[in-house]
């Protein structure tokens, strides 16, 4: 093959194509100005979503990443432009989802001068990013870009970001081809599975009376949901999960057992305290979901299932760390365990649950009051899509409810910035999920506060014309911060009181059909309009001002603390 | 447990890839936790291309072993391991600057020198500088000898380190380089006997 002469800037397109990034959100500015050229000439193979605000880039990217399971790929210019990546670059190491950030960044010859637009985004961004770089020179692009996707996609997956200087977009090379990476020497995506561990955790699981399975992202970022399904199948376990873990079980499942952590239910969270073996599967004991650490399971056995080595024993001592990625280790473990009959066991969860519907759930889905609940709107909306929808949720009380009552399927439906808890997330990880999922129903989910955060992001709708359902549930309060200042601050309500504009007529603004409903009499009616548009939809729904997310495992508090209201 | 949780000094040895930016990974992993570095030195390794770091921190074996993985989970980072004084052979290089007329005049130098096992690496007119390798405590001595007699700068290196147990990286680094590697580089080698010396 002929060696041909290419850029820079089209060597970092043609590596995006390699990668299979046919989707990239991003925006311009002027260091970045010679990939944009080169984009011009590679519509036909790529496609570009131009956004509204690098971090509506960002978070697509995110959204995208997390539907799809593919890398999301990013540009962004320097100075301005690279330092509003760094929210969406918090998120997504956090959360670890896959990204490839491509930034510009002013002529070599003029880093550390303080040029127009100039930062230092890899010292702004390094402990924000799996693995950063800075590429002067163009006969690196290939090299590099092939390793950022490698890092991004392999092992505990995360956001890497890769700094082009001007100069190198612009230089010309001799182009010999695109070689993907798979190997870096001082990199191991993934810790070698040992079978003494294996042995010790089947042990401990057949021995058990008690187990509970607690699982997280691992499970979907290892596309391991099958194997993971046949684990706790084969012995009965039941097993409850993390909001990130959330669709990797379908909800009716008979052993998925609800949620954990601060608003998680009251099943999974008391008997987290009286379980006999702990089997946490692809999950980092986050301080949301084991509440004091000092009274968290100490009376079990800890068998700790994770690729990422640095996570195990960080928050929670396990007795067994089984260390590897979990579509592998899970069915070494199936391999072990006896089938059991553990329906006593999950009879008790059931009475939690039973408990919990009748002084929590019932009422949060079937309110007797005249005012909505979040949680009624999100019963209409999964009695309409049948939990087939993918939804997107913001942060907040929305995101918890969402997050309690939507029913899911299919893996991969749930996208939601749970580490960081990034308000403004949902708006355009809508869209970059949507884009993801192309064939899929996108439901965000967001508050009257994360909107006004990134309500820009409706330009992006506007023009590209994806269709991303936009349901704002709206108390006309910050409200999770409400109901702390309401349960700890004596309801001094400081600063949550917050304004919002007429959204139907913002919509309607950027060309958007919506509607507004206050009374329950409509929102059935609302919620299937909505779906049945064809396009965006934005649906405001008035809900009551100063309702609570209940259970709460209040702050400093132990699972089995937790408070049915 | 108790020995888990008490603070002494550790080194901590970390075999890298020669990459600009990667002290500040390494560096932000402690800050992050607001630890305090006690001693850090960058120095070539015994293989050629290979950076090798040494670290002194005082904390607890549980902080020091979550810094450790924190630290191998870096790209960059090849190995990293921890050892307590007793585990590894260590030096520092500390200098001394006096003046000339003081100390000739006050002391008997070559006794300074046989004592704290000193040598002369400048004798000037106007000032001498004095240079002793050895552990803190040590350096520390001549240091305190020869405060009364004016000690106009003082400055000491870091702690380098030698892991009394090693064999050193060149078979790790082959087998590094490997695609499928020995357990032995992937992962804790000492995993199923929990408390002896952790590597990842």
Known sequence: ?565 | METNTEKQEYTITVYTENQVGLLNRIAIIFSRRKINIGSLNTSPSEIDGIHRFTIVVMESRDVVMKIVRQIEKQVEVLKAYFNTNDEIVWQELALYKVLSEEITEKVKVERLLREYGARAVAIRKDFIVFETTGHREETNKLMKALEPYGLVEFVRSARVAIIKESSGFHEKLKDFEKREPSEEVIENEYLGKREAVFTM
């Open chain 1, 1 to 565: 093959m002929a060696i041909k002469k290419l850029t820079g800037a089209q060597a970092v397109l043609e590596a995006c194509i390699a990668e299979g990034a046919e989707t990239i959100f991003g925006y311009p500015g002027g260091a970045i100005m010679p990939i944009y050229d080169a984009l011009y000439d590679y519509n036909d193979k790529l496609k570009h979503i131009l956004v509204r605000h690098e971090q509506g880039g960002i978070h697509a990217g995110q959204g995208y990443a997390r539907t799809s399971g593919k890398v999301g790929v990013v540009f962004a210019t320097s100075g301005p432009g690279a330092t509003n990546l760094v929210t969406g670059l918090a998120d997504a190491m956090i959360d670890s989802t896959p990204l490839v950030c491509i930034t510009g960044q002013v002529f070599a010859h003029l880093l550390g001068t303080d040029a127009f637009q100039e930062t230092d985004i890899i010292n702004i961004t390094m402990p924000v990013t799996k693995w950063n770089y800075q590429v002067t020179d163009a006969t690196e692009i290939p090299g590099i870009l092939a390793k950022a996707f490698y890092l991004a996609r392999s092992g505990r997956p995360g956001p890497v970001i890769i700094d082009i200087t001007k100069n190198a977009q612009i230089q010309s090379f001799d182009y010999e081809g695109y070689t993907p990476c798979n190997h870096i020497r001082s990199y191991r995506p993934k810790p070698v599975i040992r079978k003494n561990f294996i042995d010790e955790a089947v042990a401990l699981i057949n021995n058990a009376k008690k187990p509970l399975v607690i699982f997280g992202q691992g499970v979907i970022l290892g596309k391991a949901e099958k194997e993971f399904k046949k684990f706790i199948e084969k012995s009965g376990m039941p097993a409850a999960w993390t909001i990130l873990g959330l669709s990797a079980l379908a909800t009716d499942h008979p052993q998925n057992v609800g949620m954990l952590g601060m608003h998680g239910n009251y099943g999974p969270n008391v008997l987290t305290n009286e379980c006999d073996v702990l089997i946490a599967v692809g999950m980092r004991f986050d301080d949301r979901v084991t509440g004091r650490l000092d009274k968290y399971a100490k009376q079990a056995k800890v068998i700790h299932l994770d690729i990422d080595p640095s996570e195990i024993d960080k928050n929670v001592k396990a007795h067994v760390g089984v260390w590897g990625d979990c579509k592998e280790t899970l069915p070494l473990l199936t391999l072990g365990i006896q089938e059991k009959d553990r329906s006593e066991w999950l009879k008790v969860f059931a009475d939690y649950t039973q408990q919990e519907y009748d002084q929590c759930i019932k009422e949060e889905l079937n309110p007797s009051t005249e005012e909505m609940t979040m949680g009624e709107v999100i019963r209409i909306v999964n009695e309409t899509t049948k939990g087939n929808a993918v939804v997107v949720t913001d942060v907040g009380q929305h995101q918890m409810v969402a997050c309690r009552y939507a029913k899911f399927n299919e893996t991969r439906s749930n996208v939601t910035s749970g580490g960081l808890g990034t308000m403004g997330f949902a708006l355009p990880a809508a869209i970059g999920a949507k884009f993801g999922a192309l064939d899929r129903t996108v439901i965000a989910v967001i508050g009257d506060g994360g909107i006004q955060m990134t309500i820009q992001e409706l330009g992006t709708i506007m023009q590209t014309g994806v269709d991303v359902k936009i349901m704002i549930l709206n108390n006309q309060f910050l409200g999770m911060v409400r109901q702390w200042q309401q349960l700890f601050n004596d309801k001094r309500y400081s600063f949550v009181d917050i304004q919002s504009p007429d959204y139907v007529m913002v919509a309607k603004a950027y060309g958007i059909e919506g509607a507004k409903v206050e009374h329950r009499k409509d929102l059935v009616k609302a919620i299937e309009t909505m779906l049945a548009h064809k396009g965006s939809y934005l649906l405001e729904v008035m809900v009551g001002k100063e309702n609570n997310v209940f259970p709460m495992v209040p702050q400093g508090c132990s699972v089995s603390e937790i408070r049915l209201k």
